[in-house]
């Protein structure tokens, strides 16, 4: 069976990212993780992949928790209220998809470079900022194209930006880039002044920091070994 981050190739990433479907990726880990409960857990196999998505499964149910829980208190009372300027961009996405997102894209990234080549903790960082900054600019200009415009529109952007240089076509960002700034153009000439999330590198990785570190607290593995003098397993 092959992990989700094995599937996080570029072409699937766009697919994900045209469609605003990281609701598709939690259908695909609920897909494998029923496919798993069919043969079985074997921990001993340690880090072969089945284990690690199952495991990687717990981490993202536990993480969704804690920011659902997160998202109720509010001000000084919230985790995320010890920055007043963050905590607005961290309720702009319902907590199971910010959980899920920090799962794929960490595992994305993993996927990417190797689990054996590690990866830096600012480069993380700074794209699961990005990562929930595209999500949510997707989600908006979403709910503007009836049926599968949104998708189509996409396309016509990166088919239209095709070149020898950026080898064949924009990428997703750079489509959605333009779709979001064309967004923004309108709603102002419209007069409209609701608030609008600006994000900057500093927001990024701020809103990145907090949610990896909410992972990191609850990305535990359960191991066993014999007590060195009872030689029982603790």
Request: charged share 30%.
């Amino acid at each position: 069976m092959p992990t989700l981050a094995a599937q996080m190739t570029p072409t699937s990433r766009q697919r994900l990212l045209e469609e605003s479907s990281y609701d598709a990726a939690r259908q695909l880990y609920l897909h494998e993780m029923e496919a798993l409960a069919k043969v079985g857990k074997d921990k001993e196999i340690g880090m072969q992949s089945n284990w690690l998505q199952s495991l990687m499964y717990d981490w993202m149910r536990i993480l969704e928790r804690t920011l659902g829980e997160a998202s109720l208190e509010t001000g000084r009372n919230s985790p995320w209220g010890k920055d007043p300027d963050i905590e607005p961009f961290l309720r702009l996405l319902a907590p199971d998809k910010m959980a899920l997102i920090t799962i794929v894209e960490l595992l994305r990234l993993c996927g990417g470079g190797g689990v054996s080549d590690g990866m830096k903790a600012a480069r993380a960082i700074l794209h699961i900022g990005k990562a929930i900054e595209n999500e949510y600019h997707a989600q908006v200009l979403k709910q503007g194209y009836p049926n599968k415009q949104f998708e189509k529109e996409m396309e016509r952007l990166a088919e239209g930006g095709a070149s020898i240089e950026n080898g064949g076509a924009r990428s997703p960002e750079e489509s959605l880039g333009i779709l979001w700034r064309r967004e923004l153009a309108k709603r102002e000439k419209e007069g409209d002044q609701s608030w609008r999330p600006t994000w900057t590198q500093s927001i990024r990785a701020k809103v990145g920091s907090i949610l990896v570190s909410a992972l990191m607290d609850v990305a535990k593995v359960e191991r066993t070994a014999k007590h060195p003098k009872t030689g029982e397993l603790v």
